[in-house]
């Protein structure tokens, strides 16, 4: 193949081109302005990580920033994603073993976890947070058609802004396989600093033993920082984050969902009445 070229523009872009027509596609979106939408959006000072502005996802270049980038998303991911994008999704959702009150979705994309997540709990206050205000957008037009209260946020998975201990489960679903190492342990430790203790962290990806037995599979999407995550152990940076009880299943022998809870420190102990013997 050429330089910079990669599988999926040369055969897997052309093929899922066959299933697509670009008007059906555009169809949600008729009458929108992107830019209006975007600057409604958009949270004032943020600043975007290096690594997402020069990135290319899924041979889409300039990743996620685009309104192209959000209108695609959804058609190509249910395609794509193996055996079928909900029953994938849904292996998080189910995955889930307390009855969450606040569930905030980092990198929720278009909304498509997010939603599911409110389905599964109606009386939870759900938001969902992503850098790319174009498919924030796309994830707002989902649950007004979907008519379901979710509430969608401008920002950064790594530093949110939100109050310590303020939601009760915290997903993350496709997203550690886009990001930098570096970047995976600091929305780790972003994820246990947002929980109490007790909190439940879910997080949903390619399976590591998968993908780091199978090269060719990593080569079909466009990923820069897939091989990285591959190598790598979800369970042990979890553990390092400080979450306990991790664990990871795997699912369609491609996918795996992992889970962590936030323990219960000495503090926290005092605070519920178990002092020690000698207190």
């Known amino acids: ?89 849904d292996c998080l959702v189910r ?52 008519n379901l209260d ?16 303020s939601f009760d489960l915290v997903t993350a679903s496709l997203l550690f396989h886009e990001t930098p190492a570096v970047f995976t342990r600091q929305v780790l430790r972003e994820m246990h600093r947002l929980l109490p203790p007790g909190g439940e962290c879910l997080i949903l990806d390619g399976s590591q033993q998968t993908l780091s037995r199978s090269e060719w599979l990593m ?5 820069p920082h897939i091989k990285a995550y591959a190598a790598g152990n979800l369970d042990t940076w979890m553990a390092e984050c400080g979450l306990g009880a991790v664990e990871t299943s795997e699912h369609w022998f491609i996918h795996q969902v992992s889970r962590g809870v936030r323990p219960f420190d000495c503090a926290d102990l005092e605070d519920v009445g178990f002092a020690g013997a000698g207190a």
């Open 150 to 165: 979710v509430v969608f946020c401008h920002g950064d998975a790594g530093e949110t802004g939100f109050a310590p201990r």
């Open 95 to 146: 995955s889930v073993r307390t009855c969450p009150r606040r569930i905030l979705d980092l990198g929720c994309g278009t909304g498509s976890t997010t939603l599911l997540l409110k389905r599964a709990f109606p009386d939870a206050q759900v938001v969902g947070l992503d850098l790319s205000p174009y498919m924030l957008v796309a994830a707002g037009l989902k649950a007004q058609r979907q």
């Open 219 to 223: 080569n079909i999407f466009e990923e």
């Open 1 to 89: 193949m050429a330089a910079g070229e990669t599988l999926f523009n040369r055969f897997i872009g052309p093929l899922l081109g066959q299933f697509f027509n670009e008007e059906e596609i555009k169809r949600p979106y008729r009458g929108l302005d992107w830019e209006v939408a975007t600057k409604a959006i958009k949270r004032d000072g943020l600043v975007y990580p290096e690594y997402y502005l020069s990135a290319n996802y899924h041979g889409i270049r300039g990743g996620y920033m685009s309104a192209d980038a959000a209108m695609t998303y959804d058609p190509v991911t249910q395609y794509a994603l193996f055996p079928h994008e909900n029953l994938v999704r």
